[in-house]
């Protein structure tokens, strides 16, 4: 060891021979030393014992004199006397030690305890006499004395051991000791007049409850049912005291079902419960809950079912007050309990019970505000208040009282900060029900002019052209878009009107206006609507010449598919010559302008070259897609050959990454007029490739139709519109091709490097 650490171990391998620790614990307990014991001392004569006693006393004395507060030692010098039958020696010591801690409960019993070892019963009287004078509230010491008195069958001194006892008040346990007393040896009046006694000193409800049951075990139900009374008597109707007498009323109520009187039992439960606060009183519900099940009937054990459920709702608001969803079922199940009632056909009295309860529970849910003024927190609030004026006005015909509500809740909305248009929308429908248009109006115009809203403005222009009040509408409608004219819907909705009223004039001016604003939210929505509606009217022409307009102003490869469909398709006639010939054949089916099929081809053809001079490649793959279906639709074979060459193939495309500085490869769309235009040799070289490509496959589809093929190019089409007839035809056109491509390598390197790629992928 160095410096007095722990060795340094330099040999870590595990020993040869291993010790178990069944071992060292062997080993441990064969080298213990055996504890010191002394050695036994025969007594032979009288000399040696009185020699004896009289060291022991002599130890005896010197313990208690080094310490003289110490029980133990008292009590361990007067066993020892008692052990020696020295009985006067050992009450004497007693006796001093009662001198030095006369409170002392285990000396008191180890005295008694030693005069009944020897039979001296007298003494071991006298001395519980003597402990409960001077330890009165030392419940042991009774308990002792009166066990004492009954096994020596001194019955009348254990009864007057315990009325000693009672003076002093002691602990319900006392009392029911001395009930039991009495009854084991049937003294039953005796026991109720203790029981009497035992009330007047604890009024408390268990002992009512008790004394209520000894007297039902009795057979004396009157008795039992007397002394019940007298407890409710006792605590009266105060809401406190019968929320304290719950147990009493639940026993009394159980004493009644096992005496079969079912009615008293429902009356004293009915009792309890109205006065006690459903929040308190769960268990006196369960009770009740459960005696319904057994005796009532289907009304009742409903009755008791909702009485519990609003227990269960006021313990969850109790937690938290503004669990909004909590205040909807409560109040929901308030109104079906009214309307249980209602269906029943019982008297105004429980209506107008049932009625309270439903307005108590909507006036304690409105009243918790939510905090701050974010309206995420009041969306749930307010539909409280929407409820509630509801009820008034459609179950209780409270007409005054909702409009009230309304009122009401319309000033606690901070309407700076937020409002709610259904708030508003419904106060005016419920005047309007109330045939009070005028106050409906005035509703709606204070709710715009202090906070606009998007929905305020569509529910009273709804209000107003459902009263067929158009040119309130129309003042309205300008409101509105004077509040919000990038509003496309508003301005749509504001043209269908006027249309409605065959106004066409204003409906045009309208979509003109709308047209015109700068700032517009949807503005296709807003054209589409336009054209729509010169297409329902017949004008073609007009028609036309939106289009026109909105491609100037977006050119959207959409825009051109609907003008080319919209070219191909029929119209109505003009409203004109429609109203002419509906005068004079009103049942025949309208009849429509046809289309013109050239004119649509004329204006997919100008999309086409658009979307190109505009390098929009997807887009112009849309349109062709449009356009080839249209084609197969009005158009010939030829038509459709020729939008099938239009369209593009995929192919791979090479090029440097600006940010990394290699070569990546992409897929990218190649258009034959495209390549045309911009590479003409590497086109014609693309079209001999694809001739070649024909005629390979036109020799495998001739060997038969297992042979496979690849598919052809489509997007280039050769110029000959003949296949190769020969073999020897082909072979010249292919030196030419090869002949072309030596010649014209170093100027179209990349475009070579690309038709290779595509000869590769068709392949």
């Not at 080094?66 to 006796?95: D, M, V």
């Not at 006892?165 to 009495?182: F, G, I, N, S």
């Not at 015109?516 to 609507?529: I, N, R, Y």
Request: proline share 4%; aromatic share 12%.
């Amino acid at each position: 060891m160095q410096d007095g650490r722990a060795p340094r171990i330099k040999n870590r391998a595990p020993a040869a021979i291993q010790i178990t620790a069944e071992q060292l614990l062997r080993e441990a307990q064969e080298r213990q030393e055996t504890a010191f014991r002394a050695p036994k001392q025969r007594v032979e004569d009288f000399e040696e014992l009185h020699e004896y006693r009289g060291r022991k006393r002599k130890e005896f004395e010197e313990r208690i004199r080094r310490t003289r507060g110490s029980i133990k030692e008292w009590l361990q010098y007067a066993n020892w006397e008692a052990s020696q039958n020295e009985f006067a020696r050992s009450r004497s010591i007693f006796e001093r030690a009662l001198d030095v801690d006369p409170r002392s409960v285990q000396l008191w019993l180890s005295y008694t305890e030693m005069e009944l070892k020897s039979r001296n019963v007298q003494h071991a009287r006298n001395l519980f006499d003597r402990a409960v004078t001077l330890l009165p509230r030392v419940d042991q010491l009774w308990y002792k004395y009166v066990y004492l008195e009954e096994l020596l069958q001194n019955v009348p001194g254990a009864r007057q051991v315990f009325e000693r006892w009672m003076k002093w008040e002691p602990d319900d346990k006392a009392w029911q000791a001395y009930v039991k007393l009495e009854e084991r040896y049937q003294e039953l009046d005796r026991a109720s007049a203790i029981y009497e006694r035992w009330v007047a000193v604890r009024p408390e409800p268990r002992v009512w409850v008790k004394w209520g049951k000894f007297e039902e075990d009795r057979g004396r139900v009157d008795k039992a049912r007397e002394v019940f009374q007298t407890a409710l008597e006792f605590y009266g109707d105060d809401e406190e005291q019968v929320e304290k007498a719950q147990a009493v009323f639940g026993a009394f109520a159980k004493m009644e079902t096992r005496a079969k009187e079912f009615e008293r039992a429902r009356v004293i439960y009915k009792f309890a419960l109205s006065r006690i606060p459903r929040s308190k009183s769960a268990g006196l519900y369960a009770s009740y809950t459960k005696f319904e099940k057994q005796h009532g009937t289907r009304s009742t054990l409903e009755n008791t079912v909702l009485g519990k459920r609003r227990i269960q709702y006021e313990e969850e608001i109790s937690h938290d007050g503004r669990n909004y969803d909590t205040w909807f079922d409560y109040a929901r199940l308030e109104e079906d309990a009214y309307l249980d009632v209602k269906e029943e056909g019982a008297a105004q009295e429980e209506l107008d019970t049932a009625v309270g309860r439903v307005r108590e529970v909507y006036e304690r849910a409105v009243a918790q505000v939510p905090p701050g003024d974010q309206k995420r927190h009041w969306t749930r609030y307010i539909f409280l208040w929407l409820d509630y004026a509801l009820f008034e006005e459609i179950e209780t015909k409270d007409y005054p009282r909702s409009r009230q509500i309304y009122q009401t809740a319309i000033q606690l909305v901070p309407h700076k900060q937020f409002t709610f248009a259904k708030l508003w929308l419904m106060f005016a429908k419920f005047e309007v029900r109330r045939l009070d248009l005028p106050a409906a109006r005035k509703i709606l115009g204070t709710a715009i002019g202090k906070c606009p809203k998007e929905a305020l403005f569509k529910g009273y222009i709804d209000l107003e052209i459902e009263l067929r009040e158009f040119d309130r509408a129309r003042t309205l409608y300008e409101k509105y878009l004077e509040f919000d004219p990038s509003n496309s819907p508003a301005w749509i909705k504001f043209a269908e009107l006027e249309a409605q009223l065959q106004d066409f004039a204003r409906t045009r001016a309208i979509f003109e206006l709308a047209v015109s604003q700068s700032p517009l939210s949807m503005p296709e929505l807003l054209w589409k609507a336009y054209i729509d509606f010169e297409t329902e009217e017949g004008e073609r022409e007009a028609a036309r010449s939106l289009y026109e307009r909105l491609i100037a102003l977006s050119g959207h490869v959409k825009v051109w598919i609907s003008y080319a469909l919209f070219e191909a398709e029929p119209i109505p006639l003009p409203r004109a010559e429609r109203d002419e010939e509906e005068e004079e054949d009103e049942e025949e089916e309208r009849k429509m302008v046809p289309g013109d099929p050239a004119l649509a081809r004329q204006v997919f053809e100008r999309g086409y070259k658009d979307l190109k001079s505009k390098g929009l490649k997807s887009e112009r793959v849309a349109l062709l897609e449009v356009w080839k279906t249209f084609e197969e639709t009005h158009g010939s074979p030829e038509d459709v050959k020729k939008v099938e060459g239009m369209k593009p193939i995929v192919t791979k495309k090479r090029f440097v990454d600006q940010e990394t500085g290699q070569m990546v490869e992409d897929w990218d769309l190649v258009f034959a007029d495209d390549e045309r235009e911009s590479n003409p040799t590497t086109f014609k070289f693309l079209q001999m490739a694809h001739a070649w490509k024909q005629a390979q496959h036109s020799q495998t589809r001739a060997a038969g139709p297992a042979a496979g093929g690849s598919s052809l190019f489509s997007g280039f089409t050769a110029p000959t519109t003949t296949a190769i007839a020969t073999e020897e035809e082909k072979e010249e056109r292919e030196k030419e091709e090869k002949d072309e491509k030596m010649n014209e390598k170093e100027e179209a390197g990349e475009q070579s490097d690309v038709a290779s790629s595509h000869g590769d992928d068709s392949d």
